[in-house]
Structure formats: C-alpha cells, structure tokens
C-alpha cells in the first residue's frame, strides 16, 4: 500500500508566513499543493520557489469552501491539510509518516500550539488538548464540508487517531499579530458565519446575541481557564464573545434590509428625493 504523502496548502495573499510552512513539510512530503485564490503579494513565486505545484482557484471568501478543490487536486492518498500559517514540528512529521506507513489509522486529530500576539495560548480553548482537528487523513476517509471553521469529517467506518497534544506534536499555529488582526478577521468570518445562518433560514434575535455572547466569555474566560493566559486572554474571551453579538447583529441586517448593496440603492434614491427639490426650484 502506498505511503505517498501530500500536503495541501490554500492561500490568499499568504506570502508572510509561508515559506516556513512549506519549508516544515519540504524534506519529509511527496508533493506540496499550493491551491491559491488570487493572491497579489508574492505567495505564488513563494511556492513556485520551494517546489509547490500551484493551482488557481476563485476567491471564495473561506478557506474551507476550497478545502475539498485542494485535496482532489493532490496525488497521494494521504493528505496533510496545512495552513499557510502553520508549521510541522520534527516530531510531529516523523509521527505522521509513521501512522501512514504502519496503517495505524485512516484520519488523525492534530492538536495546534496557537501563537496570540506573539505569545502561545495555554488556556482560553486554544491550547493544544481542546484545540485539535482532522488535518491527516487517508483519501477518501473524510467528507468536506463548505462551512466555515468545520474540520473535514471522518466517515463512520473510518478509523480515527488523536495524537497526544504535546507541543512537539502539535502543529505551530503563528496566529494574529495584533488586535488590528484580531479584529479583521472577526469581522470577516462574522459576515460569512451571518450569510451561511441566513442561507440556512436561522433569523436574528437580540436574545441569541446576549446568550450567546455570555456563554462564549463564560466558556473561554471561566471554563476553559482564559485568566490564566493574562491579558491576552481576557481580551480574547471579550472579543470573541463580541463575535456572537456582530454575528447575530450581521444576521439581523440580512433580514431586515438586504445586502450592502441594497442600502446603498436606498441611500442613493433618497440623494435623489432630497436634490429633486432643487430641480423643482425649491432652492431658488
């Protein structure tokens, strides 16, 4: 049986980050896909540079919407999803080599070592041991669905391992440089949480906002031991329980008013309202 490892990289203007993430699989992989949705920052001559086969794909606002696309274009039956801001720790590769070569498993949780403002997270939900997912898997052991935040998942007659969450096994996540980051993606991913809980037929409620809001900060902050991550995980229970409430006011605007560009419309007829008094000499 072969033993013939792919690692699947999706990029969007990754040039940052990701000669380190393919340099952490370069010596131990197959192959090294590189599937890109229009990049404008030099993360294709990046990967060209290291060996990667780069592959176009549309901008789909999410990386998972791609995840699929990525996988059927690799050729080995064993898949490594990588982020191109993550990076295979030694350890790490030589463990999974080893479950592909003894046919220990068909997909394997791998637990992440999140970096916060230029620090790792111990607590807070995204540390090692809570923080895991599906990223190694056998072809045609997992089902790919296009939501956002959702790990590949195993079919039932798959045989699933979880790798123990010590940090030389767990995959180094270089993750936010600053609040101004942090900041950008909540509001990137609220939006396509809001379109995906609208297409779904969800409706907003301001009591969902503050539930859930609660529980995000309890769960992070109390639960899971946020405290003990200092300030960043103070700040970090706090924005991500703000999450809840933009997503949920995000879903409200949906339902309400439509899409930007229909308030835009709206704005544009009532400028309209306002100079057609200047047209029926009101002005003079």
Known sequence: MSTTISAVVNTLDAARFLAYALRSVATWVDEIVVVDMGSTDGTIAIAEQLGARVIAHPRA??????????????RGPWLLVLDADELV?????????????????????????????????????????????VRFFRRGAVDFLPVLHTDPRPRPE?????????????????????????????????SVEA????????RASRVAALRDATREWLTRFV?????????????????????RVVTQAK??????????????????????????????????
């Open 195 to 202: 379109a995906q809980a609208f297409s779904a037929g969800s």
């Open 158 to 190: 798959a045989r699933v391992a979880t790798l123990a969450t010590d940090d030389d096994l767990a995959l180094v996540h270089l993750n936010y440089l600053d609040v101004d980051d942090v900041l950008a993606r909540m509001n990137r991913y609220s």
């Open 61 to 74: 606002g999410f990386v998972e919407a791609a995840r699929a696309f990525a996988c059927d274009a690799a």
């Open 89 to 133: 720790p030694p350890a790490l590769a030589r463990r999974l080599r080893a479950v592909a070569e003894a046919d220990e498993a068909d997909a394997v949780r791998i637990g992440r070592l999140n970096y916060l403002l230029g620090a790792p997270l111990r607590h807070s939900g995204w540390n090692p041991s809570r923080d895991l997912h």
């Open 251 to 284: 879903l409200a605007e949906l339902e309400g008013v439509g899409p930007r560009d229909a308030v835009e419309r709206r704005y544009l007829a009532i400028a309209e309202e306002v100079l057609a008094g200047y047209r029926d000499g009101a002005g003079s």
């Open 223 to 243: 639960r899971h031991r946020g405290y003990r991550d200092g300030w960043r995980g103070f700040y970090l229970a706090l924005i991500m329980a703000c999450s």
